[in-house]
Nanobody
Framework: QVQLVESGGGSVQAGDSLRLSCAAS????????MGWFRQAPGKEREFVAA????????FYADSVKGRFTISVDNAKNTVYLQMNSLKPEDTVVYYC????????????????????WGQGTQVTVSS
């Protein structure tokens, strides 16, 4: 059974940084794609960033490009989302997702219909 456990959320000021972690267990993830999504109350969950397990392919939403960095530590089975220059509009719940399909040069196959999700971690950015 795949388990994803997020951590690292919290309350910060605009311009600050946070690093989210997603600890994955229950499977060999070598062929998996991992992603970060976020969801505000009453809105659809939206894509933030994705990475293949080897870390050789990354993709970002335009809204976070240049500010957020996704990475993976294979030895720790953990995916990270480094968030810099945080803005109040980044205030939402962040979710980690895993999908057994991989990435191609044009994108990664992790989306809101992917089968495995963490419980979410709240990020609050005040101005």
């Amino acid at each position: 059974q795949v388990q994803l456990v997020e951590s690292g959320g919290g309350s910060v000021q605009a311009g600050d940084s946070l690093r989210l972690s997603c600890a994955a267990s229950g499977r060999t993830f070598s062929s998996y794609t991992m992603g970060w999504f976020r969801q505000a109350p009453g809105k659809e969950r939206e894509f933030v960033a994705a990475i293949n397990w080897s870390g050789t392919r990354t993709f970002y939403a335009d809204s976070v490009k240049g500010r957020f960095t996704i990475s993976v530590d294979n030895a720790k089975n953990t995916v990270y989302l480094q968030m810099n220059s945080l803005k109040p509009e980044d205030t939402v719940v962040y979710y980690c997702a895993a999908d057994p399909r991989g990435c191609s040069p044009s994108g990664c196959n992790v989306n809101i219909r992917s089968p495995y999700w963490g419980q979410g971690t709240q990020v609050t950015v005040s101005s």
